[in-house]
């Protein structure tokens, strides 16, 4: 198919983030990740072991999907949650 440089990519992935076409998510101790998921403020499952991540959907149904127990005067807009955990193959060879 040819060459497309690093750089292209990471000019196309900010291109397509600054439109709102694709969300940037950042997981502690994980290199950035996009996705396609854009607007519904969905939160994320990470497993601790193997590094998989999911989607999940807000705790509450809408948006924040949290309300902090003192904002700080903030208008808070949107909530990102990420849980921690093992995912079902990674539990079962722990538990083994």
């Known amino acids: 198919m040819g060459y497309v ?4 990519v990471y000019d196309a ?4 983030t600054a439109a709102g076409l694709v969300r940037r ?11 396609g998921r854009v607007g519904d403020n969905h939160h ?7 590094g998989i991540v999911a989607d999940v959907d807000c705790a509450t149904g809408e948006a924040p999907c ?3 127990s ?25 538990s083994s």
Do not use: K, M, N
């Open 66 to 68: 949290l309300t902090a």
């Open 13 to 16: 992935l900010h291109a397509l």
């Open 70 to 94: 003192d904002d700080q005067g903030f208008l808070i807009d949107e909530a990102e949650v990420t849980y921690w955990g093992w995912c079902p193959d990674c539990s079962t060879a722990r």
């Open 44 to 50: 994320h499952v990470a497993c601790r072991s193997c």
């Open 25 to 35: 998510i950042e997981l502690a101790g994980s290199p950035a990740r996009f996705e």
């Open 5 to 8: 440089s690093l750089q292209a």
